[in-house]
Nanobody, 126 residues
């Protein structure tokens, strides 16, 4: 059974930074494609970023390009989301998720992911 636990959320002012971590247990982490999503109050869950097994292929949602950086440490079974230049509209619950292989959904579609963490809250004050 794969389990994901996120850390690092909190309250930050506009323009500030936070680093989210997701520790994965179960299976072989280095073989997993991983993603970050978020859900703001009253909104659908939306894609934030995605990283391949080796970290060589990365994609971002347009609204975080240049501000957020996804990375991974396979030795520590951890995927990281560095968030800089935070804005109030980044306020959301942030989730990490494991990609489901051989499934016919877009990479940014939550249905492609089959294991999720419990989420960590990020609140950006104006």
């Amino acid at each position: 059974q794969v389990q994901l636990v996120e850390f690092g959320g909190g309250l930050v002012q506009t323009g500030g930074s936070l680093t989210l971590s997701c520790v994965v247990s179960g299976g072989t982490f280095s073989s997993y494609i991983m993603g970050w999503f978020r859900r703001a109050p009253g909104k659908e869950r939306e894609f934030v970023a995605r990283i391949s097994q080796s970290g060589g292929t990365i994609s971002y949602a347009d609204f975080v390009k240049g501000r957020f950086t996804i990375s991974r440490d396979n030795a520590k079974n951890t995927v990281i989301l560095q968030m800089d230049s935070l804005r109030p509209d980044d306020t959301a619950m942030y989730y990490c998720a494991k990609d489901r292989p051989a499934i016919a959904y877009r990479n940014d579609d939550p249905r492609r992911y089959h294991y999720w963490g419990q989420g960590t809250q990020v609140t950006v004050s104006s």
